[in-house]
């Protein structure tokens, strides 16, 4: 960094912005579906990591391309497997809030080495709600946006 007037990013800003600022809509499953419609799901919503609802529609898993990539080699029951049964599950689900600092977010996605993470509302000490989405495409757009001086727009939406 030359300190040079007019070419510094404007870091200060990451202080003030939140995971309500840049999260995107999230795209689930049921713990029932199988791991078929979790495949069609990825593939028709074009998005790389699913949540997963259990009947109280509460957060209870995590499915990721590689999890979907492993149940399906070499075997053919996909459409009768449930996703519950390959999918990292709760309690051990990194998650965040929408008050969320987005530099912190983007600390926990390096050091947990996971590319997405529910934004959730918590209910209770075990119910989570999932209200939004926070992955490294959006982690990416901030950085832009930050160095084009940008403030996200409320009504963009971010894939
Ligand atoms: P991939 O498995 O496609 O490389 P990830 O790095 O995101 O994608 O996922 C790695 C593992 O971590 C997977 O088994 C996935 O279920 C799990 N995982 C993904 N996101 C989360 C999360 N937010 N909390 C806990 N585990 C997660």
Known sequence: YTGKAGAEIPLEQLKNIRVKDYQSIPVVVKESDSVYDAISTMFL?????????????????VLSRKDLLRASLGNQELESMPVSIIMTRMPNITVCYKDDLMIEVCKRLIEKQIDALPVV?????????????ITKTTTTKLLVDLVNRDLPLKEEKYD
Do not use: H, Q
């Not at 919503?45 to 898993?61: M, P, Q, R, W």
């Not at 509302?121 to 989405?133: A, L």
């Open 45 to 61: 919503e074009d998005v790389g990591t699913i949540f997963v609802l259990d009947a109280k529609s509460n957060l209870a898993g």
């Open 121 to 133: 509302n918590r209910k209770s000490p075990r119910e989570f709600e999932v209200i939004g989405r």
